[in-house]
């Protein structure tokens, strides 16, 4: 058995006590093996030797002196590749944004740029302490490969859309969709499973939503959609059929166990309450949904129904970075604002949504520090002015952290980014190919 040893650290628990605790990882199975109470003489000669080093029993060993040993932060709904499109539109609403500047930008997406996109945000998000991924976007095939590459655990899926397209092509959208997650799903191990994404409630019609859905189900997959981002996507469904959209959602056969929802802003108590009985998750989006002015989710009203709250980014042009901490911090700030009460989404609770919540609403093992889950984590260095004093790590990780923090990330029990330095991708390399791949892109809208 190869192992790594996480040595020196204090641990974010599950109940988020903390302790000083070393971590002994199986890299065989990528799982937590046991977390033990530090021997007081041994931590002094380790933190004495280099970081990581090839111990007598061959065994590695990595070194949290001074930090704190949390979960790999998981993104669950996003679209990658979108770095390359990060500040190429600000400062419109979510429909003119996609109509005017977006859709017509990813018209002219290559395979290539979506696989220099990915590998951008790969190195975006082991840089600050994302494990693992969801991504709604197109050429999957691709976005796979940069999750092999990089050793990121993720949930992938092609989306798909069928209005203003022939029927004949949205149909094929669909069967991509449908095949790339039957194809894909647990391919070459359990770090990248799937979904069967249809785009929204309104991009994609009745017929062929209920037909993915259908196959999702035969595949064994879950679906994954936007829902309830605007009133704008509200109205309509109303409009046409007479019931609110998480009613229709029920309708086409939605909301079953491992389905995941983006968004989730407008929802009356009704629609909490079906998202609450169901076993789907509602993917939290503060950051998108403020810049894009779509509104504040009532998440404290979901948590109070029980409904199961993942937090994600969305993709880099909404937001516009991958930062998991700046989420946590903004699905803590908005949603004290939304419910007007200070005590509203506490910090503990946005820090949960970002860690247990995502991993449930995707179906990792993970998502908490416990022995038996995947060892996917990061270490936060604490060692900073603006986490001094340390009164509560937890509020830190929540109100004064950012990923630059982050030390070190592991994901599946291997070291991803050690000492800042990320080990999987050429760091320098991926940000100038993505510098010239996104002028190009540029320059073949214009
Ligand atoms: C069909 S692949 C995914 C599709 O979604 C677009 N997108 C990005 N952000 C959002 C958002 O906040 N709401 C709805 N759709 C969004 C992305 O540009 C792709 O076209
Ligand atoms: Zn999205």
Known sequence: MTTLH???????????????SDLLIDQASGTIEEIGAVDAEDADERSSSANRTQSDDADETL???????????????????????????????????????????????TAEDIRVGTE?????????GTTGFADMYFEEPHVAG?????????????GFVSVGKPEADARADMETSVNFA?????????????????????????????????????????VHIHANETEDEVDPIVAERGVRPMEYAEDVGLLADGDFLAHCVHVDDDEIERLA??????IHCPASNAKLA?????????????????LGTDGAASNNDLDMFDEIRDAAMLGKLGADDAAAVPASAAVRMATEGSAAALGFDAGRIEVGAKA????????????????????HLAYAASGSDVRHTVCDGDVLMEDREILTLDEAAVTERAEEQAADLIDRVA
Request: net charge negative; no cysteine.
């Open 182 to 222: 039957a194809q894909y799903d647990k391919v070459g191990g359990d770090r990248i499973s799937t979904a069967v994404m249809p785009h929204s409630l309104t991009t994609v019609n009745e017929a062929l939503l209920r037909e993915a859905v259908e196959r999702a189900r035969e595949a064994d997959v879950p």
């Open 294 to 310: 779509s509104g504040i989710a009532p998440v404290q009203a979901m948590l109070d129904a029980g409904v199961s709250v993942g």
């Open 146 to 158: 940069v999750v092999d590459e990089s050793g990121l655990r993720a949930l992938l899926g092609h």
């Open 277 to 282: 009985d169901s076993d789907a998750a509602a």
């Open 376 to 395: 996917d984590l990061a270490v936060v260095d604490l060692d900073a002015a603006h986490l001094t004093p340390g009164h509560d790590l937890v509020s």
């Open 120 to 128: 951008l945000a790969a190195v975006e998000m082991i840089r600050s």
């Open 6 to 20: 996480v040595v020196n650290g204090r641990v974010l628990h599950p109940d988020h006590s903390i302790t000083e």
């Open 63 to 109: 070194d949290a002196e001074g930090g704190l040993v949390i979960p790999g932060l998981i993104n669950a709904h996003g679209h990658a590749a979108m770095t390359l499109l990060r500040g190429y539109a600000d400062d419109k609403p979510l429909e003119a944004w996609l109509q005017e500047d977006i859709w017509p930008a990813e018209g002219e997406l």
